[in-house]
């Protein structure tokens, strides 16, 4: 059963990864999309972004820099990079706090600009360009600080899967261990309930060894549209032939 379970995951993931790109909805707000979709342009814009989402809603986090390109009036690197931490903090600040923990964030931003002016030239798409290895780009995003493991493998996997940056290898990119994911991988029987996340993180490591992250965007799918906490639809779920919780009708 887990066989036919891991041929639909591995199958589903494949086919976004293979889709032609397409502008991603960050968020609810179209010109914050337009933003972050332009990884051309504005790369340090989704550097800016992974670094907000932490420790609030994910939506709101990617809202943060285009609400700072709003407040600033640009968003252009050399503008950004000049800014002095306290004016920064400003800007997040005030007239509402953009982040839950601003200063904080705002130091980590700051900092990483840095970085990125200094390692990267002023082009944060240095992390990625180059067809690194997918642990080489995990790694150059631990380096930013503020950032974990568990934002650095979502960034690769956003630049894989998402933004079809090729990479040397994907095995470095792990599942992100999400509320739906973990609720949809319990249910299917592929790791037991309220277990810690290295279970569902080896499981999908286990599951599609070469690109383990491939597998975060079916689940959360299914978790979103179908695989609801308090209600199941498994009739519309394409799990249903395979998964063992499936009800009927
Ligand atoms: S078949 Fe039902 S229980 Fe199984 S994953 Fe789909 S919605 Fe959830």
């Given at each position: 059963?887990?066989?036919?379970?891991?041929?639909l995951l591995?199958?589903?993931?494949?086919?976004?990864?293979?889709?032609?790109?397409?502008?991603?909805?960050?968020?609810?707000?179209?010109?914050?999309?337009?933003l972050?979709n332009?990884?051309?342009?504005?790369?340090?814009?989704?550097v800016?972004?992974?670094?907000?989402?932490?420790?609030?809603?994910a939506?709101?986090?990617?809202?943060v820099?285009?609400l700072?390109?709003?407040?600033?009036?640009?968003?252009?690197?050399?503008?950004?990079?000049?800014?002095?931490?306290?004016?920064?903090?400003?800007?997040?600040?005030?007239?509402?706090?953009?982040?839950?923990?601003?200063?904080?964030?705002?130091?980590?931003?700051?900092?990483?600009?840095?970085?990125?002016?200094?390692?990267?030239?002023?082009?944060?798409?240095?992390?990625?360009?180059?067809?690194p290895?997918?642990?080489?780009?995990?790694?150059?995003?631990?380096?930013?600080?503020?950032?974990g493991?568990?934002?650095?493998?979502?960034a690769?996997?956003?630049?894989?899967r998402?933004f079809?940056?090729?990479?040397?290898?994907?095995?470095?990119?792990?599942?992100?261990?999400?509320?739906?994911?973990?609720?949809?991988?319990?249910?299917?029987?592929?790791?037991?309930?309220?277990?810690?996340n290295?279970?569902?993180?080896?499981?999908?490591?286990?599951?599609?060894p070469?690109?383990?992250?491939l597998?975060?965007?079916?689940?959360?799918?299914?978790?979103?549209?179908?695989c609801?906490?308090?209600?199941?639809?498994?009739?519309?779920?394409?799990m249903?032939?395979?998964c063992?919780?499936?009800?009927a009708?």
């Amino acid at each position: 059963m887990t066989d036919g379970i891991r041929k639909l995951l591995v199958e589903k993931g494949k086919e976004e990864l293979e889709a032609p790109w397409r502008p991603y909805p960050f968020t609810k707000d179209k010109d914050a999309d337009k933003l972050l979709n332009d990884l051309k342009h504005y790369p340090h814009a989704f550097v800016i972004a992974c670094i907000c989402d932490r420790q609030m809603k994910a939506e709101k986090a990617w809202l943060v820099p285009y609400l700072l390109q709003q407040r600033i009036g640009t968003f252009e690197f050399s503008s950004l990079c000049a800014l002095a931490i306290e004016n920064l903090k400003h800007h997040m600040g005030k007239p509402t706090s953009l982040h839950r923990f601003t200063p904080t964030t705002a130091k980590n931003i700051h900092s990483a600009l840095a970085l990125i002016a200094h390692r990267y030239g002023g082009d944060a798409s240095g992390i990625w360009k180059r067809k690194p290895s997918s642990a080489e780009v995990v790694y150059r995003f631990l380096e930013l600080r503020g950032v974990g493991v568990k934002i650095a493998t979502m960034a690769a996997n956003i630049l894989a899967r998402t933004f079809k940056v090729k990479f040397r290898d994907y095995y470095s990119i792990d599942i992100s261990p999400d509320v739906h994911v973990r609720r949809v991988f319990t249910r299917l029987g592929l790791m037991r309930e309220k277990a810690p996340n290295e279970e569902l993180i080896y499981r999908a490591r286990a599951l599609s060894p070469e690109f383990p992250g491939l597998l975060d965007s079916p689940a959360f799918e299914i978790g979103r549209n179908w695989c609801r906490p308090k209600k199941r639809m498994c009739g519309e779920c394409f799990m249903r032939e395979e998964c063992p919780s499936a009800s009927a009708g």
